[in-house]
């Protein structure tokens, strides 16, 4: 609400929106407070398992809140659809074939055994896995030299590289 830009412009809206604010912090606050107890307990825990003389060798163990490290899902998350557009285009393209093809395996093959063990129906993960297998076999076959933009990048490069311009 913070961003809309019709909200920041309207008095009226503005107004409603901290009424929105309000409630909703003060329908939160009691769930807010218990997991604050939880978090309290937790921890206190985790650090009493530690004798004095490990306490007093070592600074205690500060367990960080989850959502407040500095890489959470939410960061991971944004990224994911970035990555799986420059491999999916890499791999139409055929530019750097294996390695977007390595790359697509790595990251099925982990959807994959995210939900693991697989299920028959509309939630399987079975596909993911076939497709990680035929990502290999893309990475393995050597599949961008004889079409698609690593042809042509396999031709500059021998034709830089080969050992007849060196030596001449």
Same mark, same amino acid.
């Given at each position: ?21 309000? @409630? ?60 799986? %557009? ?17 790359? #697509? ?12 063990? *697989? =299920?028959?129906? *509309? ?6 896995? %076939? @497709? ?8 393995? =076959?050597? #599949? ?25």
């Amino acid at each position: 609400m913070d961003r809309d830009p019709v909200r920041s412009g309207v008095s009226s809206l503005g107004g409603q929106r901290e009424t929105i604010r309000k @409630e909703w912090t003060s329908k939160g606050a009691g769930a807010m407070e218990e997991i604050e107890k939880i978090w309290k307990n937790y921890t206190s825990s985790l650090l009493s398992i530690a004798t004095p003389e490990q306490l007093q060798a070592h600074r205690a163990f500060k367990p960080t809140m989850p959502r407040s490290a500095r890489v959470d899902t939410s960061v991971i998350d944004a990224m994911v659809p970035y990555f799986d %557009i420059a491999v999916g285009l890499c791999l139409l393209f055929g530019l750097f074939t294996p390695v977007a093809a390595l790359a #697509a395996a790595g990251f099925l093959a982990s959807v994959f055994l995210s939900q693991y063990p *697989p =299920t028959a129906g *509309p939630g399987s993960t079975y596909y993911q896995l %076939i @497709e990680a297998m035929a990502c290999l076999v893309l990475a393995g =076959t050597g #599949a961008g030299r004889f079409a698609g933009l690593d042809y042509f990048l396999h031709l500059v490069v021998r034709k830089f590289c080969s050992p007849e311009t060196a030596e001449a």
